[in-house]
């Protein structure tokens, strides 16, 4: 493709071949699996466009006891943790039992006591 009205296209960066096996089983290879950050029993995600260009990304399914970390305001509260802790900021306890005492007077105060 050349001139004007040509679409422009990204090269890709790294490249690798892949044959399929019987049972529709395929090995990646070492440097698409790196890429991927993806390792045995990972997932992956495999997404097809309407111009025919299908993407792969690593897939990580979270337990639902953990989901409420990767809400809005868990990832807000991790990244003003990251900048307090930057910034020399924050609470620090000596001790796991100290934590925990500062975080139920924090959830009294802001639950009524019912934490």
Avoid: C, N
Avoid at 9 to 15: A, D, S
Avoid at 82 to 106: I, K, N
């Amino acid at each position: 493709m050349s001139g004007l009205g040509a679409k422009h296209e990204r090269q890709p960066g790294i490249r690798a071949r892949a044959k399929v096996r019987p049972k529709a089983q395929l090995t990646l290879p070492e440097e698409i699996r790196r890429a991927l950050h993806v390792g045995e029993g990972d997932e992956l995600e495999f997404a097809v466009h309407a111009d025919g260009t299908i993407t792969v990304r690593g897939y990580v399914s979270v337990p639902s006891d953990q989901a409420w970390f990767f809400t809005r305001d868990g990832l807000a509260g991790m990244q003003q943790a990251d900048d307090e802790a930057a910034a020399g900021t924050g609470e620090v306890h000596g001790s796991a039992e100290a934590m925990f005492t500062h975080l139920q007077t924090l959830g009294a105060a802001d639950s009524d006591g019912d934490f």
